[in-house]
C-alpha cells in the first residue's frame, strides 16, 4: 500500500471519528423522545420554526443518498 493511501485513509478516518463525537455531543443528555422527534423530522424540536432544516447526506453499504427537505404546499379542495 503506498505511503499517500495510507495517509489519505487516516485523514479519512480523523474526519469520521470527528464527525462521530459531534454527533456525539448532541445527543448526549437528549431523552428519548427528543431523539424520536429528531429521527422523524431532521431537526430537534427547539429548532422547530419557519426555516427547513438542511438536507442529509448518508452513506450505507456504499450507497450514498442526500436527502431534501422541502415544504409541502398547502391543499386547497
Known amino acids: 500500500m503506498s505511503t499517500l493511501r495510507k495517509r489519505l485513509e487516516s485523514v ?9 463525537m459531534d454527533l456525539e455531543r448532541q445527543f448526549k443528555g437528549r431523552s428519548h ?7 422523524v423530522h431532521g431537526y430537534w ?6 426555516e427547513l432544516p438542511l438536507g442529509a447526506e448518508i452513506t450505507v453499504r456504499g450507497i ?5 427537505t422541502q415544504w409541502e404546499e398547502d391543499k386547497k379542495t
Do not use: Y
Open 12 to 20: 479519512e478516518e480523523r474526519v469520521e471519528f470527528q464527525r462521530h
Open 64 to 68: 450514498k443518498t442526500i436527502v431534501t
Open 33 to 39: 423522545l427528543e431523539m424520536s422527534f429528531f429521527s
Open 45 to 50: 424540536p427547539e429548532n422547530a420554526g419557519d
